[in-house]
Nanobody
């Protein structure tokens, strides 16, 4: 079993910043790709960002490019999402996900074997 636990969500004003963390445990290797999805109220879950095992390859949704940065610390089995210049449209539950590899077709479609329970980010105007 793989457990993913998100933290760092909260209420922030538009233009502000937050850093989300996702700690992985269980039968997960540092070779796994990890990433983030989000689901806004009344909308479908969407891909946000993903990173390969070494951190050398990253993918971002167009809506967050230049504002969000994904990174990881393999010694801590943790992936981070630094979110800057937050907009009210970024309000959503953010979910951490993991897969054995960074396959763009799987990540962009959200076909992930492992999911966290989510952390709520609310951006106020």
């Amino acid at each position: 079993q793989v457990q993913l636990v998100e933290s760092g969500g909260g209420l922030v004003q538009a233009g502000g910043s937050l850093r989300l963390s996702c700690a992985a445990s269980g039968r997960i290797s540092s070779s796994y790709a990890m990433g983030w999805f989000r689901q806004a109220p009344g909308k479908e879950r969407e891909f946000v960002a993903a990173i390969n095992w070494s951190g050398g390859t990253t993918y971002y949704a167009d809506s967050v490019k230049g504002r969000f940065t994904i990174s990881r610390d393999n010694a801590k089995n943790t992936v981070y999402l630094r979110m800057n210049s937050l907009e009210t449209e970024d309000t959503a539950v953010y979910y951490c996900a993991a897969d054995t590899r960074l396959d763009s077709s799987r990540w962009f479609r959200g076909i992930m074997p492992y999911w966290g329970k989510g952390t709520l980010v609310t951006v106020s105007s």
